[in-house]
């Protein structure tokens, strides 16, 4: 998914029910990392969006912070509600 306001872009990779939590969510950290700029870009930031649940949620929260602050990637829960919930990193 991507959003624009303001002239900034936000590009997030949303995840949904699924048998492989943690595989998917490797992927999709893969999918935002390609859609990176080579260079630098404060107009544009990243997000991984999960499903608030236990398997996703320690599938989300497994990658290294470090890394995570590295590439800018905020991380979000949205429970059956669509109640979003911020794991990590800021946009």
Same mark, same amino acid.
């Given at each position: ?11 997030a990779? =949303? ?9 998917d %969510? ?6 935002? =990392?390609?859609?990176?700029? $080579?260079?630098?870009?404060? $107009? %544009?930031?990243?997000?991984?969006? %999960? ?6 949620v ?12 590295l590439?800018g990637?905020?991380?979000y829960? %949205?429970?059956?509600?669509?109640g ?6 800021r946009?």
């Open positions: 998914m991507v959003a624009e306001k303001d002239g900034r872009q936000l590009y990779e =949303v995840k949904g029910a699924t048998a492989a939590p943690g595989l %969510v490797d992927t999709a950290i893969g999918q935002l =990392v390609r859609r990176m700029p $080579s260079e630098p870009d404060q $107009s %544009v930031s990243f997000a991984l969006v %999960v499903r608030d649940e236990p398997r996703s320690d599938a989300a929260v497994r990658a290294p912070q470090r890394i995570l602050d590439l990637m905020a991380l829960a %949205v429970d059956e509600d669509g979003v919930r911020q794991l990590f990193g946009i």
